[in-house]
């Protein structure tokens, strides 16, 4: 499943969840860093990871660096950054409860 279609499957799930996050958000003031998906108000940012398994971008060194200054960069800007890969797509138990724990509050659909 290439980056896109794992961006849609969150994207498809996270909306009938009832989160309502932005998507490709800037969170940075100079540089031109975006989240995959962001609770702004809450900076709370998520990420998703494709090519774990098949040498994408982030897991080859220079990528792996440059999202090293991302995320290091987020952090010192008061972000929480979720990073999710297509295997934790498969448990989305799990990464509701990280949500619901970030957020504060549970997702207007009940499981």
Known sequence: ???????????????????????????????????DFAWPRKKIGVEIEGGVWTGGRHVRPAGFEKDCEKYNEAAACGWKVLRVTGKM????DQIKEWLE?????????SS
Do not use: N, T
């Open 1 to 35: 499943m290439s980056k896109s279609e794992l961006e849609e499957e969150f994207y498809r799930w996270v909306i009938r969840e009832g989160w309502r996050p932005k998507r490709e958000y800037r969170f940075h003031p100079f540089r031109r860093w975006r989240f």
């Open 101 to 109: 724990k970030l957020i504060g509050r549970r997702s207007k659909k």
């Open 89 to 92: 797509l498969a448990d989305k």
